[in-house]
């Protein structure tokens, strides 16, 4: 069924660079399981172990460690659990927020140590024996050589990623970012300089189902369980006696504030949505008609990769203005008739849209994409002089007459802008010059 759509051009935000965005690229992956030259027959003393963690990924590890002792309590002797200190939060700091290990460990009853730095700090000797294996998940904190060397047998650590792929703190936001429909677990050494850096003793792959529509609690719940029997095999056949040599690593850098800014100048894709579901809100800036030229962060509530509605117009859909102060991303928006308030934005991709349903543009209240977007003013013209779609001065057609490109609004001004770019994402790779002087006393800059 083809959807009738209101349309209109629409200034999304300037151009802006906090500091570059990671890119995004894509990668082929195999489904594959390396298992370890280790054979369970491979003798080590009863294990002693110490298990460094925190969340609900390492609590699901920690409950496959137990179960593991008590069917083989010859095997592993003993499990001593080291977490972090619980962190103040709250108004006036006065609750402590505790990590999810805490209650965990006091449930099955075993010991529980809790320390936020390692300096002036032994291992702890459950029955006067010494701890002889460290194995650390989403802990969080360095454990140092001295630590390390203390155990007979090192430290191992489970990775949600099949490294050499992702290594870093965020291996699953970037999993969904660059659309990777295989993941994996790996049980790695833990390196006595650098995070990430061990061998790899063994690792599983498996599909990700839904790999288009699936988001970060969703893939976390595919691969915890995974990770912990990982684990408790790795544990049970002493792949840690017979560590492979490194396999040289590729990072998945811990996610910050300005991997969540949408960069217009790479153009709308499909990867906007995959970012959303990875990491969640994501923000750009825009000008509103109340704040004048000055910036305001505006917050796209969600995204939907949808097909495009029946397309008008002779335009491109996505242009770069270049004015002389500023640099603006331009879009035609398509009303969504079958969500109300809601808007496509078209993309790089032929015949794909992202639809938005809420947006929240700084110092106002959650509304709906289309009523955020009747605040925005790119080029400040006061609101009540067009009653369209987006913005206060609604661009409803835009031509070319022979160098010019000639915007109009809803009551029939044109503008023109000094400088047109095309972004190479549309595959369109040249620049021209227009008139810098518009046919009446409106301006764009």
């Known amino acids: 069924m083809k959807l009738k759509a209101k349309t209109s051009l629409a200034v999304l935000g300037r151009i802006v660079h906090p500091s570059k965005p990671f890119s995004i690229h894509g990668f082929h992956s195999r489904l594959f399981t390396i298992n370890s030259t280790s054979k369970p027959s491979k003798l080590s003393a009863p294990l ?100 390390l060397n203390s155990a007979e047998y090192g430290g191992i650590n489970v990775h ?41 003793l063994c690792q599983e792959g498996f599909p990700i189902p839904q790999s288009q529509t699936i988001e970060y609690q969703g893939l976390l719940d595919l691969v915890t369980p995974k990770a912990a029997s990982l684990l408790a095999k790795g544990i049970r056949d002493r792949v840690f006696m017979d560590p492979k040599p490194d396999q040289g690593l590729k990072l998945a850098h811990k996610i910050k504030p300005v991997d969540r800014f949408i960069d217009f100048e790479e153009g709308l894709s499909i990867n906007v949505e995959r970012k959303f579901r990875a990491l969640g809100r994501l923000w750009c800036y825009t000008r509103t008609w109340w704040s004048g030229k000055n910036k305001k962060r505006t917050i796209f509530e969600d995204f939907e990769v949808v097909p495009m509605p029946k397309q008008s117009g002779v335009i491109p859909e996505q242009v770069l203005l270049t ?123």
């Not at 069917?71 to 700091?93: E, F, H, N, Q, W």
């Not at 730095?117 to 194995?135: A, M, Q, R, Y």
């Not at 949600?160 to 936001?173: C, F, T, V």
């Open 160 to 200: 949600p990623s099949l490294l050499p792929q992702y290594r870093g703190s965020a291996p699953l936001h970037h999993t969904i970012m660059n659309g990777d429909t295989i993941t994996g677990v790996s049980l790695q050494t833990l390196d006595p300089l650098k995070f990430d850096h061990g061998a790899i």
């Open 323 to 445: 004015l002389p102060k500023w640099e603006y991303f331009c879009t035609r928006v398509y009303e969504d008739p079958t969500h109300p308030g809601s808007i496509i934005i078209p993309t790089v991709e032929p015949g794909v849209g992202l639809r938005v349903k809420h947006i929240l543009v700084e110092g106002q209240v959650v509304g709906s994409a289309i009523d955020a977007m009747h605040k925005v003013s790119a080029f400040t013209k006061h609101p009540g002089d067009d009653k369209d779609l987006f913005m206060a001065v609604a661009l409803t057609d835009m031509s070319e007459d022979g160098k010019q490109l000639v915007l109009r609004d809803g009551k029939g001004t044109e503008y023109t802008a000094k400088h047109l770019v095309i972004p190479k994402v549309l595959k369109i790779n040249r620049a021209r010059h227009i008139d810098p002087t518009p046919k009446n006393p409106s301006s764009l800059d």
């Open 48 to 147: 002693r172990i110490l298990f460094c963690g925190s969340d609900e990924f390492s609590c699901e590890s920690l409950r496959s460690l137990v179960a593991e002792k008590r069917s083989d309590p010859k095997g592993i002797a003993s499990i001593d659990v080291l977490i972090r200190p619980g962190k103040k939060t709250g108004r006036g700091m006065k609750e402590t927020r505790e990590v999810p290990l805490k209650k965990l460990a006091q449930e099955l009853n075993l010991r529980i140590h809790e320390r936020d730095t390692f300096t002036g700090w032994d291992l702890p000797k459950p029955n006067g024996e010494p701890i002889n294996l460290i194995v650390a998940v989403s802990f969080g904190l360095f454990v140092p050589p001295r630590i």
